[in-house]
């Protein structure tokens, strides 16, 4: 825009000097010296010196230079400068004006124009030069250039803010569904509760008809785990109890096979039912009250021996997934250290971030080697085969544990005895 409005001011600018010219061609005479008699101009800045008004007629020399007849009583005793090629320029483009940027007799910007005419009696064509400072006319572009940027840029501004404050108020309904969905996956909600433009509802509800679908597929698969456990452990106990009746070589194959299919049967079934819980949205558990009802539950069962069972967890601790799982978690590491540790058992349950836990469990047995303890995870692993069990506690604890993208590490505790740690997954209280 700028480009545009020095332009055209230029051809204003240039307009004016044409102007200036054509009176000069109009009112000039050869003389019979060979000089020119130039008109009486009316314009009074020409006759005051260096007043930015200049105008002079010279006669092209042999060497392209230029001889002054005559000039503007403004040049005074200077002359107005053109570029070295203007001779030949204009013989070049015969009838077409020059116009260029010169300094004037003060050293001023001045802006120029050139025609070379040949007068009626002129032996040769003379050149007419007329030219004006330009100080105003830069100055005048300089003003415009500073306004159209400053507007431009105030301009520019609001739109950047006006489309910023589209977008977030535009596409705040959308931040606030991804909030939603957010927190249904951290567990702090079971579905999508908010009110949303008309555009938005039907995916919210699609969205929380995908949720309902994906806990009831997860629901079947648990009905079928169960169906399919009670239907395999019926005959592996008529297995059992048939060999336990005739004892003997093929009565001890029988029970031994059918005890490992039980414990095949249970463990894979387990993990089936693990991994189709973990699929499950919005599903979370208070640590704290598990604890407590799993110290109470094997308190009772170990009340032989003189067991203390010390929990700690935060009211507002809870474990992303189902209560089953924990129990199951918590259970069997609890069971483990109540059934080695001679007299006291510790838990701890504290949050490690937004989205993880870490689960301890430790006792004042005897605890494990290094050995042992690389040794006790696979499944059904057993390092006192005199204990009673199946020897899958730790690896059950192990593979769920996985399952919910945590795990199990086991370390020696301070108490003397196992540290059994684990990281699970947290929900957002």
Partial sequence: MALLF????????????????????????????????????????????????????????PDKGLRILVRSRSLWDSELKGPPDLVQRLAANPGQAVSYDTRGPMSEPVRALASQVKLPGSAAPLIFMAGEDRTGLN?????????????????????????????????????????????????????????????????????????AHNQEVVERQRTHVGN??????TPLSVMLTEAEQQPGDLAGVVTRQAEAMRRQVDHHLRRARAAARTQG?????????VLDELSRTLGRIHASKPMAIDWDADEDLFFLGERQDLLELAGNAMENACKWGHSRVRVRSIADSEEQMTLTVEDDGPGLTKDQMSAV????????????????????????????????SLGQSRLGGLLVTLRLPRAQS
């Fill in 281 to 289: 949205l919005g599903e979370r558990t208070s640590v704290a009250e």
């Fill in 139 to 211: 100055r005048d572009i300089r003003s415009f250039t500073t306004a159209t940027a400053a507007v431009l840029l105030l301009l520019g501004a609001g739109l950047v803010a006006a489309v910023v404050i589209q977008v977030r108020v535009g596409l705040n309904p959308l931040f606030a569904l991804r909030r939603e969905i957010a927190e249904v996956r951290r567990g702090k909600s079971d579905h999508i509760v908010g009110a949303y433009p008309t555009e938005l509802t039907p995916l919210a509800a699609e969205l929380n008809a995908l949720m």
């Fill in 6 to 61: 020095q332009q055209a001011a230029l051809r204003r600018f240039d307009q004016g000097l044409a102007e200036l010219i054509d009176n000069l061609v109009a009112g000039s005479t050869p003389r019979a010296d060979g000089g020119i008699a130039a008109p009486a101009l009316t314009d009074l800045r020409a006759l005051r010196a260096y007043s930015g008004k200049y105008w002079q007629i010279a006669r092209p020399t």
């Fill in 377 to 408: 995870l696979p499944r059904g692993a057993r390092l006192d085969e005199s204990a009673p069990g199946s020897g899958l506690g730790l690896n059950i604890i192990d593979e769920l544990a996985r399952s919910y993208g945590g795990g199990l």
């Fill in 228 to 233: 399919l456990a009670h239907a395999l452990k």
